[in-house]
């Protein structure tokens, strides 16, 4: 494997080390903390980050397995209206941590176990058809790291701004 694919796989897994590193200093009542009111809390941003790959873990697959594969999105009531609908403001996040680190590790594995297929190629539709857009392995690879980096800070700026210094 390139050393670009290598750094994309140690960047993919790393994000979670992050993630991790900057969630074990948040005190157990800090789960319900935001950076201001009606914005996401610690504990909805990891159930929000732990479904990255339970969302595009099989359409990584697809793309591994059959190139040009179509991909059909159901119904989508946005990010606000899942998080309710799923409790993700009430619910524990010890399985949610527990599910991102093993999805990291399996498709870490996955993905370097094909290093040729790095550019195949999957392609989004809506339910009536239409195409919404294509993406390969690299590029969902590359997206959910930089989501996970995303919510890394957004939960270290929670911290920062709910600790004294």
Partial sequence: MSDNKNTLVENFT???DLFETVFAKVPEDGLDWSAKEGEWTVRQVVHHVAEDLTVYGFF???ALAMPGNK???GEFPGNEAWADSLAFDQRPVSNALALMRAQRAYYA???NHFPDRWDNEIQFFDQSGKKLSE???RKMV???TDHMVEHFKMIKSI???KTPS
């Fill in 14 to 16: 790393s994000s979670l």
């Fill in 71 to 73: 991909v059909f999105f």
């Fill in 142 to 144: 590359t997206m959910l």
């Fill in 135 to 137: 993406s390969t392995v």
């Fill in 109 to 111: 594995e996955l993905i």
């Fill in 60 to 62: 990584i697959e697809q």
């Fill in 159 to 161: 911290l920062a701004s």
